[in-house]
């Protein structure tokens, strides 16, 4: 046995080529982030749609206050399926 640390069957470690050809990155090229448009845009989303179940929640929870909870859940099925029934016939007008 050798008393060399070179000897003692550790391997030098190879060297990694850079990602690039010439180790520069290039201004021109697009960022792989995500920009300060999309973060505006979703945390513009996530008030309003926080927002909008705050809205449906007091809703809901007066009408079951006002019917009772059969009753509120038939409301707003009825106005969920008028809703989608609008929205079919959009879709509808739109790929005839």
């Known amino acids: 046995m ?3 640390p070179d000897d003692a069957g550790e391997r030098e470690r190879p060297q990694h080529a850079a990602m ?7 201004p021109d090229a697009e960022s792989d982030g995500l920009g300060t448009r999309f973060w505006v845009t979703f945390a513009a989303g996530t008030v309003a749609l926080g927002i909008a179940a705050v809205v449906i929640f007091a809703l809901f929870g007066a009408v ?4 009772g909870f059969v009753a509120a859940v038939i409301v707003f099925v009825v106005i969920a399926s008028g809703l989608m029934y609008v929205a079919d016939r959009r879709a509808r007008n739109r790929w005839s």
Do not use: K, R
């Not at 690039?20 to 290039?26: D, E, R, V």
């Not at 079951?64 to 019917?67: G, M, N």
């Open 2 to 4: 050798s008393s060399d």
């Open 20 to 26: 690039s050809s010439n180790g520069q990155t290039n």
């Open 64 to 67: 079951w206050y006002a019917w």
